[in-house]
């Protein structure tokens, strides 16, 4: 099969199979490692009327470019619409793209950081989160906010603006988001920093 190959050819080859292997398992790792429920996919995402989605719009946002210009995905909708199964699809591809990307259900992040209060780990937490391309906070604004849950919104969100990027899905419409978080002030400067630079 290689006899017409030089060498050259024949070790050039070698290498491209060795690079090949390696950037898979580094994808595997990276899928596995991101914590995804669904085993979402691009390829499959239903572009049917109903659905009101926008195909040109999401191969534009499937070119990854939100994540070099740091911004940030809000995608709002019904329970059954797939919300979910999108964001994950996305997350899944940016996998691909070699992106170390994390997925969360928000009240889970939520009790996930008050057990790291607790337990002294919370800033580790944040840093090993912030070191993350992107951050896919699924079933935002399920539960109302409580103080702590607002100031650890506050923290990611805060290190995270202008940094990486955040895709957020939610059955709350954004201009609802506001009374969900509560205190004001507070609310404000989180959906300053989600929604102003956001798809």
């Not at 534009?60 to 995608?75: A, C, E, G, V, W």
């Not at 909708?77 to 170390?100: F, R």
């Not at 923290?155 to 509560?182: F, M, Y």
Request: glycine share 6%; hydrophobic share 40%.
């Amino acid at each position: 099969m290689y006899a017409d190959y030089t060498q050259d050819e024949y070790a050039a080859l070698l290498v491209d199979q060795e690079w090949e292997l390696r950037q898979h398992k580094k994808i595997k790792n990276l899928i596995a490692r991101a914590g995804f429920k669904l085993n979402a996919s691009i390829r499959d995402i239903d572009y049917t009327a109903q659905r009101g989605l926008d195909k040109n719009y999401l191969e534009r946002i499937l070119t990854l470019d939100f994540i070099k210009q740091r911004q940030n995905i809000i995608i709002t909708g019904s329970t059954g619409v797939g919300k979910s199964y999108l964001a994950q699809a996305i997350g899944n591809h940016a996998c691909t793209m070699l992106h170390k990307t994390v997925y969360f259900n928000t009240s889970k992040l939520m009790e996930l950081f008050r057990t790291a209060r607790l337990d002294g780990t919370y800033l580790k937490l944040i840093k090993k989160i912030k070191r993350s391309t992107l951050l896919i906070l699924d079933d935002f604004g399920l539960a109302p906010f409580d103080s702590a849950s607002r100031q650890t919104m506050m923290d990611l969100v805060e290190d995270r603006h202008d940094q990486s990027s955040t895709i957020i899905a939610s059955q709350k419409p954004v201009n609802k988001w506001h009374d969900l978080i509560g205190e004001g002030t507070i609310a404000d400067a989180i959906l300053d920093r989600i929604v102003n630079s956001a798809h």
